[in-house]
């Protein structure tokens, strides 16, 4: 899968190429901000028209990495839903789709800020998950960790063949991860913005999405 394996809190994980995070020993897969409904809430809050189809894309990059890994557990680290509203307007076609990648595993929505609240899909809705002295959580906290977060949307940038690519990264430091976003219309926070120094340390690394997962100093990837 062409992806970058690294050590946190004594367990080894890999940072995978689609951007979602796996953890072989538990078979625990965990992707962040997948931000469904996000056309259909900007459509009702009268903002930008934009093509009703990034939740079916969303989610069938996210039935790849299932079907690739065949995790036991799934965990949804926060802003699933782009809104409440948009949860609850999840055509059903949507939503028995969902519950077929959730049957037969352990699928675990992680409460963010833009989803607070339980939907009325198949899964336990938590706060926060610990699993072997890793905590799961939507927001990382200055001075916290050993955790896997989200929110951030980071994104890095990469020179190639002398042009600038940007692409979303997971940012790693000895004690934390900070996952990129997996929703298809969600937007990036550049790494060199100075909300990332509260929570990673200087020596954190970026690791690159697309084809193949690409690890760079933090600092060689400033987008």
């Known amino acids: 899968m062409n992806s970058h394996a690294f050590e946190i809190a004594g367990n080894c994980l890999e940072a995978l190429p689609s951007g979602a995070l796996w953890w072989p020993e538990q078979r625990l897969l965990a992707v962040a901000d997948l931000h469904l409904g996000k056309a259909e809430r900007l459509a009702r809050q009268g903002g930008s028209l934009l093509p009703p189809y990034e939740t079916a894309e969303t989610l069938e990059r996210l039935e790849g990495v299932l079907g690739a890994c065949a995790p036991r557990t799934v965990v949804l680290v926060g802003d699933s839903f782009d809104d409440l509203g948009a ?8 939503a028995e789709r969902i519950a077929r990648m959730a049957a037969g595993r352990r699928w675990i929505w992680i409460a963010g800020n833009h989803d607070p609240g339980p939907v009325d899909l198949p899964g336990t809705h938590l706060a926060e998950h610990r699993v072997e002295g890793l905590s799961f959580r939507h927001i990382a906290e200055p001075g916290g960790g050993p955790d896997v977060s989200g929110h951030y949307h980071p994104k890095a940038r990469l020179w190639l063949r002398g ?3 940007r692409r979303p990264c997971f940012l790693i430091d000895s004690r934390r991860v900070i996952l990129p976003a997996f929703g298809t219309y969600t937007g990036g926070l550049r790494i060199d913005d100075p909300a990332f120094d509260r929570i990673v340390t200087r020596d954190a690394i970026a690791v690159l999405t697309g084809k193949r997962a690409i690890a760079l ?4 990837a400033m987008a």
């Open 87 to 94: 949860a609850d307007a999840l055509p059903d076609d949507i």
């Open 163 to 165: 042009q600038s690519i």
């Open 217 to 220: 100093p933090r600092s060689a």
